[in-house]
Each structure stands twice: as structure tokens, then as C-alpha cells.
């Protein structure tokens, strides 16, 4: 049976016995190609210039899976999976985990007053939690965040935390968007497997946070916990979804990334990720 307290910090996910940890190996991962069809089923949209008209394009991107109970791993590109991208706003997970780790936040419930500067996204034109900052992932909060975690702070549990390519070079508020900082789809289901088992380099307690914040969707038969990013300062621009989905007597960890040549390509995140957790019978 699975346990979850939504309101609460408690969230209890190892429903069944744990594993030793111990990050995904490349003879685990296959190759399934034929997820590929979900990806031509949508164009992505080119953002035309003045003498152009809209051009779709074939999909470019990559989703990666891992069963727990099974230990085993699928993706429609392994060379795509290994490739590092920026990890834009999926960092939220990691910078929260410093931020609660260092005291910076105190918990969920901490008001972050808005600084009264107005912004094209209206949800961000407001007093933020840590629970509507990662939501609405709300960058200038975040910002925040690591200015007051400082650099050496957070190279130090960057490091300890095993993400990625551990490179906080840049400016400190804004690495993860536009420095030299990059992270793999198999990168971040070993970073994400480690969070769901409180296996982290961190509290406890904030790890349990996080995976509160990070609750995405919840109905009778799965929860989600997870993140969206879009690396718009990257050529091409990608886009992120990563997480997990929890079951009754398993766990799906999923990374999703794609290019993105239009802003109107972002809800493809989603939509192809929860098509291919259909196809695998992950979702009903």
C-alpha cells in the first residue's frame, strides 16, 4: 500500500524494501527505437522570422526510464541519454536541498516576500513558499537562494551531491541557466533515484521537502513528483521533465529533454513523456 501525507513534510515513499543504492550501470540500460513513433507523431514549431512562415520540424529529443523493482533501464537514444544539457529550472530540486540543508529556507510553510519588481509571468508577481516557488518555478526566488548559499557552499554540495558534471562555473545566480554546468537524462534519474531514497548528501528532513514540493500529480492509481526546465539560453533551447512516477508496488524514475525552437513546443515535455508511460503500461 502506498503512503503519502500531501499537507504534511512526512512523505514515506519506499512502500517496498530497499534496494542497497547504488547508481544505474550502462549494461542496464536498452534501447527501445520504437518510441521514436511518438516523437513523429509531434512537430515541433520553428519561431519564424519576419519573411518566413511557421515551419514544423520532427521532434528531437529523448525520454529515459528506469524500473526500480527491476533495476532496468529503457530510452529511445542511449547516445542522447549520455549527453549533457543545462539543466536550466529542473536545479530547483538540488538548489532546494541546499537552501533547506544551510537553513537559508526554514520549511514549506517560509514566505519569501516578493521583491515588487513586475514580470512577464504573473505567478511570479507575488509572495512565494517554497512549495508555489518551485511550482511556479519562480527563477528570481531562486536566485536568491544561491546568493545567499554563496560559492563555495555551493560547488562544495554540488559535488557531494554527485550532480551532473559538478561545474558551478558562472555567475552564481544564474549557472545553471547559462553556465558551464550540464546534466544527462541517466544523470538525472541516478540524482533523482538517490533523492526518492533519501540517499542524498542532506538531511533527511529536507530531502522529504523537496519530494513534498516537487508533488506534481496525484488520483487513485499513481502519484508524480517532478520538475520542468527550459534551457532558453541554450542553442537550441531544451526543454526538461524529470521525476518519478509512484505505484502501489513500484517506482518509475523518468528524464525527459527536447529541443525547443518555440515556446509553444513546452507542453511537448509532458505530453510525450505521459504517452510513453502509457505505452509501457507505467500510466493507465
Known amino acids: 500500500m502506498r503512503w ?30 520504437s518510441w521514436d513513433a511518438i516523437f513523429t507523431q509531434y512537430q515541433t514549431q520553428v519561431q519564424p522570422t519576419k519573411l518566413q512562415q511557421i515551419q514544423p520540424q520532427k521532434t528531437q529529443g529523448v525520454v529515459a526510464l528506469w524500473n526500480e523493482n527491476k533495476q532496468q533501464g529503457f530510452t529511445n537514444s542511449i547516445k542522447r541519454a ?3 544539457f543545462l539543466p536550466a529550472s529542473t536545479f530547483k530540486i538540488p538548489n532546494s536541498l541546499i537552501a533547506l540543508d544551510l537553513g537559508i529556507v526554514k520549511d514549506e510553510h517560509q514566505v519569501f516576500k516578493w521583491d515588487g519588481q513586475t514580470r512577464d509571468i504573473d505567478n511570479w508577481n507575488r509572495d512565494q513558499t ?15 537562494f544561491a546568493r545567499q548559499i554563496g560559492e563555495a557552499r555551493m560547488s562544495k554540495m554540488i559535488a557531494s551531491f554527485d550532480y551532473g558534471n559538478e561545474d558551478t562555473s558562472g555567475n552564481l545566480d544564474s549557472f545553471w541557466l547559462d ?7 541517466i544523470e538525472q534519474i541516478n540524482f533523482l533515484r538517490k533523492l526518492y531514497h533519501n540517499k542524498i548528501h542532506a538531511s533527511e528532513r529536507s530531502q522529504r521537502i523537496v519530494k513534498q514540493a516537487m508533488l506534481t500529480e ?6 508524480i513528483r517532478a520538475k520542468t526546465g527550459y534551457a532558453v539560453r541554450a ?14 508496488d513500484n517506482v518509475w524514475f523518468f528524464a525527459m529533454n527536447m529541443d525547443i525552437p518555440a515556446v509553444d513546443n513546452l507542453p511537448l515535455r509532458q505530453i510525450i513523456t505521459k ?7 507505467v500510466i493507465p
Open 218 to 223: 496525484v488520483n487513485g492509481d499513481y502519484i
Open 275 to 281: 504517452k510513453i508511460l502509457k505505452l509501457e503500461h
Open 130 to 144: 517554497l512549495i508555489t516557488a518551485m511550482k511556479y518555478s519562480v527563477v528570481p526566488v531562486y536566485q536568491e
Open 82 to 84: 549520455n549527453q549533457g
Open 4 to 33: 503519502f501525507v500531501i499537507s504534511a513534510v512526512l512523505v514515506i515513499s519506499p512502500f517496498f524494501g530497499s534496494p542497497t543504492f547504488a547508481s544505474t550501470t550502462a549494461k542496464a540500460w536498452q534501447e527501445t527505437r
Open 235 to 248: 542553442e537550441p533551447s531544451i526543454g526538461w521533465w524529470v521525476g518519478w512516477v509512484e505505484l502501489d
Open 179 to 185: 553556465g558551464a554546468i550540464r546534466i544527462s537524462a
